[in-house]
């Protein structure tokens, strides 16, 4: 996102942009914050907002994405050419028209019905993950139509997607049988059930100090739940690794003075000339460790669930494991104290890996994921300590 772009999605421009919007359609706008920021590298930013509208708190998207025709209706296009941007209220996403169903329990709880085949009411629900235009993932509790009150309801996940890909998502996930249960509700809406386990984040985290050790990850467990893919997996198009695109993620960096941002590249490079990234085989695509769910047995932690199945396809394992590494390597940057452990399981983890890829690969590739990973988000000090980490990386 080039300065100019960001001062007018996130700066002063911001606030005169949302009042044109809003003054559109006769509302005015009182208060306004920036949310979150979605940068897309090559293509389109898109900002959320908490506003105030006359009096009430709403939820606002504005996009520089190039719409497929005219406006949708609940969007509105303000500027023109390079300054053009699309604003619409939370849930009217003009890529995404199961959102609104998706937000709406009778109607969300209509459409679960139908796919389970049992009558259902939707207690609950709540966004947990929305990347406007691309995706968004629900919570939801559902129980038995008419249940009594206290009767305990059952959680699962909506996935929200455009609706052409959704089929392909539901078959993606019945490649792995690690994955949970998926059913497609339809307009772009993936029923989810919920994985069995823990995500590997939760058995990390531990801010009151119960474990006073380490809990030990064996590699094996993260080996065999990409093992298990299917080899039909092999046969869906190939998606650019993080590697793939650093290019795109330094030249992020740079334009945000972003430390190491220079060096990142030909340190990476250096690194994977070293080595062998090993053959084609499936891989999950965007491992980490909120992907990853394991269930303890007396014999130790052990892989119980596989989620996320969106970006399965042919690839490296070491794409694979340098994903998991570097998203772990994050997660004290959230709480140094809640995740101490991680180091420990980091370099144990990392050890087993490596019987299995090669060591220069996995180096430059952690970098590489590090760097999107800094690249994509607002905290500048985030970002400037992932690349610390992504240049750490490279000598490691």
Avoid at 271 to 281: A, E, I, K, N, T
Wanted: charged residues 20%; contains cysteine.
């Amino acid at each position: 996102m080039t300065a100019d772009k960001r001062a007018q999605l996130t700066g002063d421009g911001a606030g005169a942009m949302l009042r044109e919007a809003l003054g559109a359609a006769g509302r005015s706008l009182e208060a306004w914050s920036v949310d979150a920021v979605h940068d897309r590298p090559g293509a389109e930013t898109s900002v959320s907002y908490d506003v105030v509208v006359d009096g009430s708190h709403r939820y606002l998207v504005a996009s520089t994405v190039r719409l497929r025709g005219d406006a949708p209706p609940g969007v509105v296009t303000v500027g023109r050419g390079e300054h053009e941007v699309h604003v619409w209220e939370h849930p009217a996403d003009p890529f995404l028209p199961g959102l609104a169903e998706a937000c709406d329990p009778s109607a969300l709880g209509a459409a679960i019905s139908a796919a389970v085949g049992a009558d259902v009411d939707v207690r609950g629900v709540s966004v947990i993950v929305l990347r406007p235009l691309r995706r968004a993932v629900l919570r939801v509790e559902t129980c038995p139509a008419g249940a009594e009150p206290d009767t305990p309801g059952s959680i699962s996940y909506v996935k929200v997607v455009e609706p052409t890909h959704a089929g392909d998502i539901a078959e993606r996930y019945r490649l792995s049988p690690h994955a949970p249960r998926v059913w497609e509700l339809g307009d772009g809406l993936v029923l989810i059930q919920a994985a069995r386990g823990m995500p590997l984040t939760e058995h990390l985290y531990d801010p009151l100090r119960r474990n006073p050790h380490p809990p030990v990850i064996p590699a094996h467990a993260v080996l065999g739940v990409l093992t298990a893919l299917s080899p039909r997996a092999l046969d869906l198009p190939h998606r650019p690794s993080w590697t793939d695109r650093l290019p795109q993620y330094a030249a992020q960096a740079r334009e945000r003075g972003l430390p190491w941002a220079n060096e990142i590249e030909p340190l990476v490079a250096d690194r994977l000339r070293r080595g062998d990234p090993g053959p084609v085989v499936p891989v999950h695509g965007d491992l980490h460790a909120a992907n990853l769910f394991l269930d303890r047995t007396p014999s130790g932690l052990e892989a119980s669930g596989l989620i996320d199945l969106d970006t399965v396809g042919p690839g490296h394992l070491v794409d694979d494991a340098a994903c998991l590494l570097a998203h772990m390597l994050t997660l004290r940057t959230f709480s140094p104290d809640g995740y101490r452990h991680v180091p420990d399981v980091h370099f144990s983890l990392a050890s087993g890996l490596l019987e299995h890829v090669d060591s220069d690969q996995l180096a430059g590739r952690t970098a590489a994921v590090l760097v999107s990973l800094a690249a994509g988000t607002e905290d500048r000090a985030h970002a400037d300590a992932w690349m610390e980490q992504a240049a750490r990386a490279t000598a490691s």
